[in-house]
């Protein structure tokens, strides 16, 4: 035993033995550590849930638009992936997300009812206001006319004298939004036909009332109609009234606004002198 134990505290001592022994004891740790790392990586995380069916935009999710599968972990470092089925079902997608079938949930397409938003009006600029101007399959080119599109709005109406007036009333309109009779955007629902009956503009108070009094002038046969750029243009001058002419026609057929306010300012202080 003796000996034994004196051998051993040789084999210690030996620098070449002490050398080998580190040698092998740090490749060890370094292909442990490394196994383990591998593990860790590509070891399944369970039960996550994914899209039974694609989800259109503004949709509900309910419990049997889930199933649920394994993915490696490395696909959820950078926390955007919804784990938890608690945090999707009864939430809706967001207004502007389709998620296909087989797709994760992320935090950016899923939200509260609350938070579903009006894109349309989302988009409308300081000092304007929304103008819902009405069209057909046929006035938008079989619906061609996409939001983000620019047309410029046209206008035909018959004198008194029985002529035919037709020009470009307004250049520049950029389309916000398309709907159909039921306010449903044309375009959000890839698997459902929606027929276009709505544009929605974005305009300043004055081209608003201007648009709007020609639209009631059918004593006039008065139709508005837009007439595409032909493509989506990224930068356009601002909307702008082009024909004064048909400006002028429109506002000497109707009453001047600040007629109206004058009006409205009379009455109102007769009924104070009289009360």
């Known amino acids: 035993m003796n000996n034994f134990m004196i051998s051993l505290q040789k084999f210690f001592k030996n620098k070449n033995t002490v050398t080998i022994i580190g040698v092998v ?17 590509v070891s399944p995380v369970t039960g996550i849930p994914v899209a039974a069916t694609t989800i259109q ?23 955007e992936v919804i784990t938890n089925k608690n945090a999707i079902v ?22 509260n009812e609350e938070e579903l938003p009006d894109s ?90 201007l648009l709007r009094k020609a639209s009631y002038m059918s004593s006039y046969s008065t139709v508005l109609f837009p007439v595409p750029h032909g493509a989506t243009i990224e930068e356009e001058g601002a909307t702008a009234v082009t024909s004064q002419t048909l400006k ?5 057929n109707t009453v001047a606004n600040d007629e109206i306010e004058d009006k409205k300012q009379t009455t109102e202080t007769t009924t104070t002198v009289t009360e």
């Open 25 to 41: 004891a740090i490749i060890l740790i370094l292909f442990f550590g490394y196994r383990y790392q591998i593990n860790k990586q």
């Open 57 to 79: 935009p503004r949709t509900k999710i309910t419990d049997d638009m889930l199933e649920y599968i394994d993915v490696a972990p490395i696909v959820l470092q950078k926390g």
């Open 90 to 111: 009864g939430k809706y997608s967001n207004y502007n997300t389709v998620i296909p079938k087989g797709s994760m949930f992320y935090n950016a397409t899923v939200i």
């Open 120 to 209: 349309a009006f989302i988009e409308v600029e300081d000092g304007q206001v929304p103008y819902n101007f009405p069209v057909t399959m046929d006035t938008t080119y079989g619906n061609s006319i996409f939001p983000g599109n620019y047309v410029d709005i046209y206008m035909k109406a018959v004198r008194k004298d029985g002529k035919l007036m037709v020009g470009k009333l307004l250049e520049n309109v950029k389309v916000l939004a398309v709907k159909d009779s039921a306010g449903r955007h044309v375009f959000e629902n890839s698997q459902e036909a929606r027929t276009p009956a709505f544009l929605i503009f974005g305009v300043s108070p004055e081209v608003n009332i």
């Open 248 to 252: 002028d026609f429109i506002n000497a």
